[in-house]
């Protein structure tokens, strides 16, 4: 987790208080100064007098009556003198979140809380709220119309992992679903609108969410495959859009779809990626690659090479090479997993607990998903003895992220506090079902583990397992759990195997 704080000496630790300012002279003499980085043992006196001090004294430390561990109660120790934008907006989100997650904001009507200081979660809330956005939505939503099979996706999928059944929206999503698909291949946003990759996707998995044979035969498959091919680049990518950029959510939507739909990967000779001499290229060739070119200088993924990295790319190019191989061996020939893990470590800030989306930005609930659901994916990689790492299996408490630091920024900040219900960004913003979804995914990769059984699912298919942490294991309540999603295709793993099985079983088209 990152804070400023990386100096910390042997000294035994003292309550957070404002420290005393230091001459050079003094800090010169202090003894035992070791750069260290412990975040949570700070001792801030010994800390060197070149590193200011301008924290203000602004956060008096909560009197807790629970233990909340103080890296989540405290502002950082160290500020960096030069106040910007970026450093200023730090400040004030900081300022905006320590009151909820020292429990001093939340309504006391609408949360307990428990040993640990975390509050419930408001599971009806949320749910009448998702379910809500699914039905008519008020005029000004017009602006939001050709995301409509996005929000098809994000109300059924949080849903299903607020536990709720979704299988009575399976003729709504039928009628839907064919009033968004074109005759020549793929789903557009709404009637008359151009397909693409994205809201491709999000029909594709609200179908298998909803389930049902009827529903999956809905697909044109072969219709979806030429306009698939249409898309492939000889350069490894996918256009999202017939004439439109080239990028790597292209590459994650493609794979999902091709997979989900056991599409033939063939190209026929009207694709711009048909190799006349090269009949062998497919598909799927060249898109590790492509993916590769993406990971950027600071470790992280960019959309496009050459760009800057984001969170939500890092998923999308994890995700996606986790479909094109066992995800032990692939993800680490394509990845630098080293510098990705370091740039998605910074990411999670303290005290807020939740991730950025990229360098020097601020914490952001989608980013639960985005960011915290590379984590399991890269856990699960590492652990299996399909890795090169060949290491066992891990403990409860090998994560490679602070799962506690996650969980309490989704309990304590991202849960609409009124009638609305729904979860969001941050407290100073409004709930809605983009940010539903991905904070309640988030709050499920922190609320699980996953596991790559090595015989797999059949099929040359690596096998899911996910492994719940226990009520106890970290700070949440069993009957807060939320259920586990597909680490890759981010719905529930019986909605995979459902779609997968009738396509496999089908053969051709
Ligand atoms: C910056 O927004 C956001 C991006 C550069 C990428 C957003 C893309 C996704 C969320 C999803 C892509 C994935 C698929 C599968 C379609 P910002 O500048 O508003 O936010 P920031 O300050 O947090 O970076
Ligand atoms: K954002
Ligand atoms: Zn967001």
Known sequence: MSTTTTTTS?????????????????????????????????????IDSEIPFTNPP?????????????????????????????????????????????????????????????????????????????????????????????????????????????REYRDAVRETARSMQNPTGGFGGGGGQLSHLATTYAVVLAIALV?????????????????????????????????????????????????LLDLPLDLTPDSPAY???????????????????????????????????????????LGCLALLGHPAKVIPEYLN????LSWLSSRQYAPEGGFSGRTNKLVDGCYSHWVGACFPLIEAALASSSSSSGSSQPAANDSLFSREGLIRYILC???????????R???????????????????????????????????GEPGWMVLPYLEGEQVFEGRDRVRAVHPVYVIPQGAVRGMKGYFRGKGGF
């Open 58 to 166: 602004s956060h008096p430390f909560p009197s807790n009556p629970i233990m909340i561990d103080s890296l989540f109660t405290t502002p950082p120790p160290i500020l960096d003198p030069f106040p910007t934008q970026t450093s200023i907006l730090q400040s004030e989100t900081i300022d905006e979140v320590l009151p909820f997650l020292t429990a001093q904001s939340q309504q006391p009507d609408l949360f307990t809380y428990n040993d640990f200081g975390v509050p419930s979660l408001r599971r009806e809330a949320h749910i009448s709220f998702l379910r809500s956005s699914l039905g008519r939505l008020p005029g000004r939503f017009v602006a939001a119309d050709a995301s409509r099979p996005w929000f098809l996706y994000w109300c059924l999928s949080g849903l299903a992992m607020l536990g709720e059944d979704v």
């Open 425 to 459: 960004d941050k407290p100073s913003k409004m709930s809605d079902a983009y940010h539903t979804c991905y904070v309640l995914s988030g709050l499920s990769a922190g609320m699980h583990q996953w596991v790559l059984d090595e015989d797999g699912e059949g099929e």
């Open 275 to 317: 190799k006349p001499d090269d009949p062998s290229f497919n598909l799927l060739t060249g898109v590790a690659d492509y993916v590769r070119r993406c990971q950027t200088y600071e470790g992280g993924i960019s959309g496009q090479p050459s760009a800057e990295a984001h969170g939500a790319y890092a998923f999308c190019a």
């Open 211 to 259: 389930g049902g044979e009827e529903t999956y035969e809905v697909i044109d498959r072969r219709g979806m495959w030429r306009w698939l091919g249409g898309l492939k680049q000889r350069d490894g990518g996918f256009e999202v859009c017939k004439g439109g950029e080239e990028d790597i959510r292209g590459a994650y939507c493609a794979a999902v779809i091709i997979t």
């Open 10 to 46: 042997n000294k035994p630790s003292q309550p957070p208080s404002p420290p005393p300012p230091q001459s050079s002279q003094k800090a010169e003499e202090e003894e035992n100064i070791e750069i260290v980085s412990d975040d949570n043992d700070s001792d801030f006196s010994s």
């Open 413 to 423: 900040c991202c849960q609409d506090q009124g009638k609305r219900g729904g979860l």
């Open 337 to 340: 997993l080293p510098s990705l």
